[in-house]
């Protein structure tokens, strides 16, 4: 079992950064794919990041490649999504997902607002 507890959100000005923390609980989790998903009121969830378990491999939507990057920490069971030239639109609730094969563990979510 895996717990996931998201940090860092906040409200920013257009063109801010932030740094979001998914902390999980559990020995398995450095054996887990880690993805951000992103939801925007009114809209549905979407994909933003994911990284490998070994943090070899990454993939990004197009909406937020050359801006957000994502890394992990296995030794601290912790995932982060550097969030880099924020817009208006990356408003969302963001969230941690974990899994082997599938994301079958999700964090509670935390609340990005960006201003213009």
């Known amino acids: 079992q895996v717990q996931l507890v998201e940090s860092g959100g906040g409200a920013v000005q257009a063109g801010g950064s932030l740094r979001l923390s998914c902390a999980a609980s559990g020995r398995t989790f450095s054996t887990y794919s880690v993805g951000w998903f992103r939801q925007a009121p009114g809209k549905e969830r979407e994909f933003v990041a994911s990284?490998?378990?070994?943090?070899?491999?990454?993939t990004y939507a197009d909406s937020v490649k050359g801006r957000f990057s994502i890394s992990r920490d296995n030794a601290e069971n912790t995932a982060y999504l550097q969030m880099n030239a924020l817009k208006p639109e990356d408003t969302a609730v963001y969230y941690c997902a974990a899994g082997a094969s599938d994301y079958g563990y999700w964090g509670q979510g935390t609340q990005v607002t960006v201003s213009s």
């Open positions: 990284i490998s378990w070994s943090g070899s491999r990454t």
